[in-house]
């Protein structure tokens, strides 16, 4: 059974930093590219980074680049997501996703609150 649970948010003034994790079960981790969505309130989830297996190559959004930072551990089956100089516009829920094949799976989520 697929489980990812994500972990780390809260409430963060703008122009700090936040680290989120996403423990992964039930499948192999370091076979799989894994990815992190957002969602602001009243908006679409949106795709905001996105790394490889080995862990290299990552990709992200163009409203991140430079302050978000996407990593992974694949011995402790674990995804990261580090945030730096955050503003009131990084205010979401953030997802950690992964895709196999036709079946993708989510996480439940965890709030970033970016306001002073």
């Known amino acids: 059974q697929v489980r990812l649970v994500e972990s780390g948010g809260g409430l963060v003034q703008p122009g700090g930093s936040l680290g989120l994790s996403c423990t992964a079960s039930?499948?192999?981790?370091?076979?799989?590219?894994m990815n992190w969505y957002r969602q602001a309130p009243g908006k679409e989830r949106e795709w905001v980074a996105r790394?490889?297996?080995?862990?290299?190559?990552?990709n992200y959004v163009d409203s991140v680049k430079g302050r978000f930072t996407i990593s992974r551990d694949n011995g402790k089956n674990t995804l990261y997501l580090r945030m730096n100089s955050l503003k009131p516009e990084d205010t979401a829920v953030y997802y950690c996703?992964?895709?196999?094949?036709?079946?993708?799976?989510w996480g439940k989520g965890t709030l970033v609150t970016v306001s002073s």
């Open positions: 996703n992964s895709r196999h094949g036709s079946r993708e799976y």
């Open positions: 790394i490889n297996p080995s862990g290299y190559v990552p």
């Open positions: 039930g499948f192999t981790f370091n076979n799989y590219v």
